[in-house]
C-alpha cells in the first residue's frame, strides 16, 4: 500500500523547516529538472492546491467539498517544492486520468504511482536489504510497509543535498519516531503477537529500552536512529535499509566515540570529503557540527599533554633516585 | 618521645581522602574516555561515561563542602600567601627541592600551626583549588548540561572551548597530583606526612 496522503500534520511541521533551505531543484538519482519543465509542473500542480492547501480548507472554493477528506490531504507548496519530488508535477503519482474532474474517480484516491517505476535499480539494489530488515522480518509488517511510511514523498530531502547533519537527523529521526515514539501509529503497524493479549506487539518504551545509553537525549538530536540500526557499510557506500533490532543494533560505542569514528560513513558521510583538520582538529567536519569525545581530538595537544604528564611522572621519579642516592651517599659519608 | 602538633583536624582529612579518590576514579574513566580506542586497556566506555558522571558530581558536592567549610572555619587564610617576601620566600623553598634536599639539608619553613603550608606550597594550592578545581568543575558541569553551552563558536560547536578547557584544567590536577603525591615523602622521614594525612599528628 502507498500512503500517499496520509501526513499532513507531519509534513507541516517537519516541512516548514526544510522549505527555509530554498534547496535547488534538482531530482536525486537523475539528471537535474529544467526550469521549464519544473515551472510547467508547478502551473499544473496550482491547479491541485486550488483544493488541496491549508488555505482551500480554511476557505473552501466549493461548497460541495468534503472539508474532513480535505484535511487529510492537502499539501504545502512551501513544503513540497524544496523537498526531492517537489519539482513533478503530483498526477506523475497520482493517476493522472482520475483527476480530471471533481469529485474525483474512485481509483484515483487509493491508486498511486509505484516508487519503482521511477526508482527501479535502487530498489533492485534495497529489496534483499528491506527484507532482511525488522520491518520485513516481524509478523505481517512487510506488507504495511512502503517507502513513505519512513521516507515522507512530499517533504524528505535526501541527505546529499540536505547536508546540515541536524536537518538530517530531525528529519531522518521524524521518520523512525513517528511510529515509535506513539501509541497510536505503533498500533497501526504493531506486529503479530499471539503470545500477547490483543494479538499485538506493544510499543517498546523508547527510554526504558535506550536505558543503558549514556545521555540518550543528547545523542537523538545529534545523531540518527539509524546511525546505530543499520549494519555498517563500506566506505562511500549509502547506508543500509536493514532497520536492525535491539538485539542487533550496534552497542560499542567506540564505533563512533573514536578516532576513526563510522559517523565519518554515516550521518558525515557526504561532509567527510571536504575534511580539513581545522584548526587541527581530527574529525573535524564532525566537530563543526558536534564535540564527540574520542573522535574528535587535537593530536598535537594530545601529544603535548601526555608529554607534560609523562615529564611530571619522569622528573619526579629522577628527584626520588636522586634523593636515595643522595641519602645513601650521605649516611656512607657520616658512618666513615 | 618528639614533639608533635594536631594539625589537620578531621573534616581536612576526610575531605581529602574523598577527593583524592574522586579524582583518581576521574582521571581514570577521563582518560579512558577522551583517549577511547578499541586497542587500549581502557575502561569500557559507557560505563566510563556513567561513573565519570557520577564521580563528577560526587567532586562538585566536595568541593562546595570545602569551600564552605575553608570559610566556616577560617581554613581559607592557610591558602593566602602573606607578603612582604612572598618571591623570596619561593625561591628559598625551590632551591631546597632542587638542592637543599639532596644535601640533607632541614626544611626551610618548618610547618607550625599557623603556618601549615609553605609559600611556594600555598601559591600552587590556591592555583589549583580555587582556579583550576572551579574551571574543571564548571566544564564538567556544562558538560553534563549542555544546554548551557554556546550554540556554535568559530564555526565550531560551542561544547569545544568547554571541553578544551575541561581536558586542560584536568591535566594540570593530574600532573598537580602526582608532584604532590611524591612530594608528600619529602617530610622528616618519607612517610611522616602520609602519616599526619591520615592521623592529623605533625611530628616534628
Known amino acids: ?336 | 618521645m618528639s614533639e608533635r602538633t594536631y594539625l589537620l583536624p578531621l573534616w581536612i582529612r576526610l575531605w581529602h581522602w574523598t577527593n583524592a579518590l574522586l579524582i583518581i576514579v576521574l582521571t581514570v574513566t577521563g582518560v579512558s574516555l577522551h583517549f577511547a580506542d578499541p586497542k587500549l586497556p581502557l575502561v569500557e566506555f559507557s560505563l566510563a561515561a556513567r561513573i565519570h558522571d557520577i564521580a563528577g558530581l560526587a567532586l562538585v558536592a566536595a568541593y562546595a563542602f570545602f569551600a564552605l567549610a575553608n570559610i566556616v572555619t577560617g581554613n581559607w587564610w592557610q591558602y593566602v600567601p602573606k607578603p612582604p617576601g612572598v618571591i623570596d620566600r619561593c625561591l628559598k623553598q625551590a632551591r631546597w627541592y632542587v638542592w637543599g634536599i639532596f644535601r640533607g639539608e632541614p626544611h626551610p619553613f618548618p610547618v607550625t600551626l599557623q603556618n601549615n603550608f609553605n609559600t611556594l606550597q600555598s601559591l600552587i594550592y590556591w592555583a589549583i583549588m580555587y582556579l583550576a578545581m572551579p574551571l574543571l568543575l564548571l566544564t564538567g558541569l556544562i558538560f553534563l548540561f549542555p544546554e548551557f553551552a554556546p550554540d556554535r563558536l568559530f564555526g565550531m560547536d560551542g561544547l569545544l572551548p568547554v571541553a578544551v578547557l575541561h581536558y586542560l584544567t584536568g591535566a594540570a590536577i593530574v600532573m598537580f597530583m602526582i608532584a604532590h603525591i611524591y612530594l608528600g615523602s619529602t617530610g622528616n622521614t618519607v612517610g611522616a606526612m602520609y602519616k599526619t594525612m591520615i592521623t592529623g599528628w605533625h611530628e616534628h
Not at chain 1, 526550469?35 to 466549493?62: G, L, M, W
Not at chain 1, 535491539?246 to 563512533?256: N, T
Open chain 1, 1 to 336: 500500500m502507498f500512503h500517499s496522503f496520509n501526513k499532513p500534520l507531519v509534513a507541516v511541521l517537519l516541512g516548514a523547516s526544510l522549505a527555509l533551505l530554498r534547496l535547488p531543484a534538482v531530482a536525486a538519482d537523475a539528471a537535474p529538472v529544467d526550469q521549464a519543465t519544473i515551472e510547467a509542473n508547478r502551473k499544473a500542480n496550482a491547479a491541485c492546491y486550488e483544493c488541496h492547501s491549508a488555505a482551500a480548507v480554511k476557505k473552501p472554493p466549493r461548497a460541495d467539498l468534503d472539508l474532513s477528506k480535505l484535511k487529510e490531504s492537502h499539501i504545502e507548496p512551501a513544503i513540497f517544492n524544496p523537498s526531492d519530488h517537489g519539482v513533478m508535477d503530483c498526477r506523475q503519482c497520482h493517476a493522472k486520468n482520475h483527476y480530471t474532474e471533481y469529485p474525483h474517480a474512485e481509483a484515483g484516491k487509493t491508486t498511486t504511482s509505484p516508487c519503482t517505476e521511477c526508482h527501479a535499480a535502487k530498489s533492485l539494489r534495497l529489496e534483499p536489504q528491506f527484507n532482511a530488515s525488522v520491518h520485513a522480518k516481524n509478523s505481517g509488517l512487510k506488507e504495511k510497509f512502503s517507502c513513505n511510511t519512513c521516507h515522507n514523498v512530499h517533504v524528505n530531502v535526501i541527505q546529499k543535498r540536505l547536508k546540515d547533519p541536524e536537518k538530517i537527523v530531525a528529519q531522518d529521526n521524524h521518520g523512525c519516531l513517528e511510529c515509535h515514539n506513539s501509541e497510536t501509529m505503533f498500533a497501526r503497524f504493531a506486529p503479530d503477537d499471539e503470545k500477547l493479549a490483543g494479538g499485538k506487539k506493544k510499543r517498546p518504551d523508547i527510554d526504558t529500552i535506550h536505558g543503558w545509553l549514556p545521555n540518550a537525549k543528547a545523542h537523538w538530536n545529534a545523531v540518527r536512529c539509524i546511525e546505530c540500526h543499520t549494519p555498517e557499510v563500506a566506505e562511500g557506500k549509502m547506508l543500509s535499509h536493514e532497520i536492525l533490532n535491539k538485539e542487533k543494533a550496534e552497542k560499542k560505542c567506540l564505533a563512533c566515540h573514536s578516532a576513526n569514528s563510522s559517523l565519518k560513513t554515516r550521518l558525515y558521510r557526504h561532509l567527510v570529503k571536504g575534511e580539513q583538520q581545522k584548526y587541527g582538529f581530527t574529525n573535524s567536519v564532525i566537530l563543526s557540527n558536534s564535540y564527540v569525545i574520542g573522535a574528535t581530538r587535537h593530536p598535537l595537544l594530545d601529544n603535548l599533554i601526555i608529554g607534560l604528564v609523562l615529564a611530571t611522572l619522569l622528573g619526579v621519579l629522577a628527584h626520588g633516585v636522586l634523593r636515595a642516592l643522595a641519602a645513601m651517599k650521605r649516611n656512607k659519608d657520616q658512618a666513615k
